[in-house]
């Protein structure tokens, strides 16, 4: 989809430092993608650690799996 934002020029020197992307568009697309990563992984973890979670397995079980999915 094709939109159009207003950014500032430093910020977006930063992204695309950050990124390691010269070019504009895809520069902003992955951090966009990055920060949806990250903040489905804070709610997820806020929702761990306050016990709001519908999962099957205690903590121990999930510690005695031994298999961590690194992303």
Not at 18 to 44: C, M, N
Request: charged share 40%; proline share 1%; hydrophobic share 40%.
């Amino acid at each position: 989809m094709r939109i159009t934002v207003d950014i500032e020029a430093k910020e977006l020197r930063r992204i695309q430092k950050i990124t390691g992307l010269k070019k504009k568009s895809p520069a902003v697309s992955r951090a966009l993608a990055q920060f949806l990563r990250q903040e489905a992984r804070r709610r997820f973890l806020e929702r761990a650690l306050t016990g709001k979670t519908d999962f099957a397995l205690t903590n121990e079980q999930l510690e005695a799996r031994d298999v961590y999915e690194a992303r």
